[in-house]
């Protein structure tokens, strides 16, 4: 069974320095990797997601990840933080068939905050 | 840019009541979702759906909840008997495929119906 784990409730940052939110994660199989944003009274938005190849991903808003197989993490980065960017954020892992046909496992989410 | 769309925005309702959520995925999408968030803890899956059948479902999905899509457009989840405990944001997602592997198997969420049982 697939879990993932956000071991920081929240991550305190100033704006313009970089900003990092941890997400470690376990799976059977491949692991098939999100990272999703919620901003207050919003759905989540897809940010990036690793499936295969390299392992830095660029996504949405200036975001990367990095996976690490050996330490099955995939950290979320921002070189420079916007205030705009506080937000909850998910960490999300999923299965591949036949194990799962789809369902996310997210992590706790931890919380953003940007302070000018 | 297409988008997930779900109505209500906010339901409220009395313990025992049976409540429909609905939900329009992106319409190129041909799987669907749905994610509950209680109150301070974390999204939880709830069932999967594909070509008019559940693909899998969790735990916490039993026999008071069902899903349907009733027309080329809708996806709906009932909830047969409300309880105080089903109060929660309830997220609707879809996908082009069940993946995994390329651009095709990302979930798309909706804003949510926050359900309030009374």
């Known amino acids: 069974a697939q879990s993932v784990a956000q071991p920081e409730d929240q991550v305190n940052v100033a704006e313009g320095n970089p900003l990092t939110v941890k997400c470690t994660y376990s799976v059977s199989g491949n692991p098939y990797l999100f990272w999703y944003v919620q901003y207050p009274n919003r759905g989540l938005q897809f940010l990036l997601k690793?499936?295969?190849?390299?392992?830095l991903v660029k996504g949405s808003y200036g975001f990367e990840a990095e996976f690490n197989k050996s330490q099955t993490s995939f950290h979320l980065k921002k070189p420079s933080a916007l205030v705009s960017d506080s937000a909850l954020y998910f960490c999300?892992?999923?299965?591949?068939?036949?194990?799962?046909?789809?369902?996310?496992?997210f992590g706790a989410g931890t919380q953003v905050v940007v302070t000018p | 840019e297409p988008e997930v769309t779900q109505t209500p925005s906010h339901q409220v309702t009395q313990m025992g009541q049976e409540v429909i959520l609905r939900c329009v995925p992106i319409s190129n999408h041909l799987y669907f979702y749905w994610y509950r968030q209680i109150l301070g803890q974390k999204v939880e899956f709830l069932v999967s759906f594909y070509n008019n059948e559940i693909s899998e479902k969790s735990e916490i999905f039993d026999d008071q909840f069902s899903v349907e899509r009733p027309d080329g457009s809708n996806f709906t989840l009932k909830i047969r008997s409300t309880k105080l405990e089903d109060s929660a944001m309830y997220f609707c997602a879809s996908s082009v495929s069940g993946g995994p592997g390329g651009d095709t198997d990302t979930q798309y969420f909706g804003p949510g119906t926050r359900l309030t049982v009374l």
């Open positions: 999300a892992v999923r299965d591949s068939p036949p194990a799962s046909w789809g369902k996310f496992q």
């Open positions: 690793y499936i295969t190849g390299d392992n």
